[in-house]
């Protein structure tokens, strides 16, 4: 750890009148209001839950609580990583907090990737779609607008993740080696949602059989081999280059992103109990 880092103070900033960094401040004002923009509509869903209106499609025979239980699961350790990377952060522990951070960012993918799987079955096996019943409009527009939340945190993870490989030094080039690095990242990030959709979709409609992998395998064959070439690319772009940028006086940085990622989660939580959970009560 460097000789500094005993004395920086990660959750007060005495150069501002609060006392709060200001990024933590802006970002407590914004998470204020999105929780009232939550708060709206998970009661609109709960209001119209009481009274459904004439042809509104039963949610138990819509919703897929095993799905749903395990991208939740899924989230929730997420925000366990986040923990992770904020406290390695502190520490001036850099490679810690990159590991962490790629660790939440793809956990964040694979929830995403849960939610496209289910939206496409609702829409297409179970016939809801947000303009044909009331629950369809208020369950999209709700668990829609938290599935962009956690899009923009990961693109936002990501960027982080990125820029920790800024080198001290900044010389020539390094803007244009850290863009091709967030590209890579988000296209691996990308194809292996892709490649996870190609198998769910056959093993969930025909079971798990090898001849279904099979099958699976041979149809994503292209896209196992690009993101397999993502993966291999994101390791020689991550390789040791020296000193960089980023260290524990970047901490309130990682910790702003981390308000804003535990928020996500506990409003999924709420959105999991209010809407699926509800219903089986």
């Not at 699961?73 to 923990?83: D, E, K, N, R, V």
């Not at 660790?103 to 995403?112: D, K, P």
């Not at 490989?165 to 803007?175: A, E, N, R, Y």
């Not at 059989?209 to 020689?236: D, H, M, N, R």
Request: glycine share 8%; net charge neutral.
């Amino acid at each position: 750890m460097s000789a500094h880092a005993a004395t920086i103070d990660h959750h007060h900033d005495p150069s501002t009148s609060t006392g709060i960094p200001n990024k933590k401040l802006l970002m407590w004002a914004f998470l204020a209001s999105d929780c009232m923009f939550f708060g709206s509509l998970i009661s609109t869903h709960l209001i119209y839950r009481l009274h459904p209106p004439a042809g509104n499609p039963d949610p138990k025979e819509v919703f897929a609580p095993a799905l749903t239980s395990f991208s939740t699961f899924i989230l929730l350790m997420s925000s366990l990583m986040m923990a992770l990377a904020v406290n390695a952060i502190q520490k001036n522990n850099v490679k810690s907090c990159r590991w962490s951070l790629l660790t939440t960012i793809f956990f964040g993918a694979i929830f995403l990737t849960c939610q496209v799987y289910e939206f496409t079955e609702f829409v297409h096996i179970k016939k809801m779609t947000i303009s044909n019943s009331l629950l369809g409009t208020t369950f999209f527009t709700l668990t829609g607008t938290h599935g962009c939340h956690v899009a923009i945190g990961v693109l936002w993870l990501a960027l982080m993740y990125v820029r920790s490989f800024k080198p001290t030094s900044g010389g020539g080039g390094w803007f244009n080696h850290q863009l091709v690095h967030a590209l890579a990242l988000l296209a691996t990030i990308l194809l292996t949602m892709k490649v996870v959709l190609g198998f769910t979709f056959p093993i969930v409609e025909h079971g798990f059989t090898g001849a279904v992998l099979g099958a699976a395998a041979k149809t994503e064959a292209l896209y196992i081999l690009l993101t397999a070439a993502g993966y291999g690319f994101l390791t020689w772009l991550a390789r040791p280059a020296g000193p960089v940028e980023f260290d524990e006086r970047h901490a309130v940085d990682v910790e702003t992103m981390g308000l804003y990622w535990h928020f996500v989660d506990i409003v999924w939580i709420v959105i999991f109990t209010a809407v699926y959970l509800l219903e089986y009560l």
